[in-house]
């Protein structure tokens, strides 16, 4: 259905701008970067067909079919959301979905708890919206918004993060702390002293956190979980060090393939080459042998350095040019939604470094559509060179 409702709007507004339809279709800000990024998906693609031997055609489409996602909603976003109240519908989409799936997991949790299952209460993605979600209630605090959205977004809060907790996903807690650290070098930026503020209050909690729950084992102390593993390895549960294991596999796999096809590639499509043979996956992971956890260096893996670079590349411009725009903009609540693609973009990245980040179509459709927001942002923005008392 997805996939039905983006072709039929893309074809919708090929056929508007051939009818003469007023305005011209814009690239954005990120447009070149975005298809780049696509570009070297194809070239990957095209790599794995030429392979031959055993390429598979079902596993190129699981592969590209998120990415692919990704761009198209970005172009379709630049060019349909033209003014602040379609913004406002998207944002409140957002938060609303947010606060919907939190209370889903919450209620998964209780049935899987009554059933004495021990299974995940989200989908493995659903972290990435939790933190952006409690990054966005800290950014709206400091930048001072008193909007009805805002209102909804902190009644959500102990939702979201009672949800984020019982998710027990490690790396959703690393995430977070990233993406609330670039918050807060956004709020330095634009505003020195409540950044200042907002950084010795959170190093303050932080300390106060670690003190008090170091050696606690209960849903409070989850957060805790990745950095007292990494201090004192013998306190993570078997759980966790089955994971860790498998992943330090994948890891020297990765590298192993990278070191056989340096230039090309292994091809979307084609499986990488095992330097260990790694326990087997359940079977729910169909496309395991092409398709790795560290979704970082799997567009490497697939496409060579150029696939790396143009990763990095697509997440240095939004880093880069979302931070000016954040400083750029004087109202606060264009200011909070030009925050949203960079909070998101880097809890995304950190996600993808231990998990399929790059392959989820829920997260590539929403970053797809956060990506393509600066597009109208740009145009309430004075320039680099403007006076900011006259731009407010």
Known sequence: MAELLMLLTTASLAVRHLAGAPGRLRMGPFGWAVLAYAGVLVLGAL????????????????????????????????????????????????VLLVGVKSLQGILNYQGSTDLGIAEAVTGHEDVVFFDVAIALMVLALVLGIRTKLVYVLFALQPVILLAELLTQRR?????????????????????????????AVGALAIGAYVAVFWDNSGALGEPIRALRGVVDPSSVSLRDQLSNGWRDIENRNIAYTIQQVPLTGVGVG???????????????????????????????????????????????????????????????????????????????????????????????????????????????????????????
């Open 47 to 94: 790599v794995g067909a030429l392979r031959g031997g055993g390429w598979d055609a079902d596993a190129a489409l699981a592969e590209l079919r998120a990415p692919l996602y990704l761009c198209l909603m970005y172009f379709l976003t630049t060019n349909l959301v033209r003014d602040r109240r379609q913004l406002a519908v998207l944002m409140w989409a957002f």
């Open 171 to 199: 790396v959703g807690f690393v995430a977070l702390g990233t993406v609330l650290l670039v918050v807060t070098l956004l709020c330095i930026a634009a505003n020195p002293r409540r950044g200042m503020a907002l950084a």
């Open 270 to 392: 084609q499986k990488y080459f095992f330097r260990q043979q790694p326990p087997p996956l359940p079977d729910s992971f169909t496309f395991w042998r092409y398709i790795t956890h560290n979704a970082v260096l799997w567009l490497w893996l697939k496409a060579g350095p150029l696939g790396g670079f143009v990763l990095w590349f697509l997440v240095g411009r939004v880093l880069l040019s979302g931070s000016a725009l954040f400083v750029r903009l004087r109202d606060p609540g264009l200011r909070w939604v030009a925050a949203f693609p960079v909070a998101l973009i880097a809890c995304q990245i950190v996600f993808s470094s231990v998990d399929l980040g790059l392959t989820f179509s829920r997260t590539m459709i929403v970053l797809g559509v956060t990506l393509g927001l600066p597009a109208l942002l740009e145009t309430h923005a004075p320039g680099p060179g403007a006076d900011p008392a006259e731009a407010a």
